[in-house]
């Protein structure tokens, strides 16, 4: 069955440091990958998506690869902040139909000590 | 603030009720999905609608049920509620279908404990 994991279920850096969150796949092929960011008791709120033919995207202190080789995404926060710090999902989208629809992994929580 | 509401936020209830939870998308959104949150699951999809017709199905149990309205708002009905349902129930909307690659919206939750 298609399974998401997301490397650890808490990550704890310094402030200035790059927070890297892995996030691997099997037995799916998405069509896109994205990442969310949520805060306790809230909705998640989407970040970024990268296509299945994009190595990587970047939006300001965020970076993320995909490398469907190994199955893997990368989300790169660079100069981390203790605002940074909250549970990120990454969510995986397949081809149309019922594929289409987001597959979470249970998340990483990030806290960014000052 | 992403513009999708959902009611009520707080919801308690005991074993073998029924419930209905509500949800109104982002203005010009036409797809609503429904997704439930608990500790050991993760976020889990359970059900979408686009334009008022049922697109996709995820793991949603047979005593739940959902429906999109003329006016694009949802609801979600459970039913039978055992003790196991309690968790966060999530809307979100997107512009279009899933698969084209849209960012969803999510909702603030309806936090559902059943006693």
């Known amino acids: 069955s298609q399974k998401i994991e997301q490397n650890s279920e808490a990550l704890n850096i310094q402030e200035g440091k790059t927070a890297t969150l892995t996030c691997n796949y099997t037995n799916y092929s998405p069509a896109y990958l994205q990442w969310y960011r949520q805060d306790p008791g809230r909705g998640p709120v989407f970040l970024l998506l990268?296509?299945?033919?994009?190595k990587e995207k970047r939006k300001e202190r965020l970076k993320v690869t995909f490398d469907t080789t190994l199955k893997q995404s990368l989300f790169h926060i660079t100069a981390s902040q203790p605002a940074d710090s909250a549970t990120y999902l990454c969510?995986?989208?397949?081809?149309?139909?019922?594929?289409?629809?987001?597959?979470f992994g249970k998340g990483t929580k990030l806290s960014v000590k000052p | 603030d992403s513009g999708v509401t959902q009611t009520p936020k707080h919801l308690i209830t005991a074993t073998g009720q029924r419930v209905t939870l509500r949800c109104s998308p982002r203005s010009g959104d036409l797809s609503v999905y429904w997704y439930q949150q608990s500790l050991d699951q993760g976020l889990q999809f359970l059900i979408q609608?686009?334009?008022?017709?049922?697109?996709a199905k995820g793991n949603i149990l047979e005593r739940f049920s959902a429906q999109q309205f003329p006016d694009l708002h949802s609801e979600l009905n459970l039913s039978s509620l055992e003790l196991g349902d309690s968790a966060l129930y999530f809307c979100?909307?997107?512009?279009?279908?899933?698969?084209?690659?849209?960012?969803?919206?999510f909702g603030p939750g309806t936090r559902l404990t059943v006693l």
């Open positions: 969510a995986l989208v397949g081809y149309g139909g019922s594929q289409g629809n987001l597959i």
């Open positions: 979100a909307s997107s512009v279009d279908m899933a698969g084209v690659g849209n960012e969803q919206f």
């Open positions: 609608y686009y334009n008022g017709e049922e697109r």
């Open positions: 990268i296509r299945e033919n994009e």
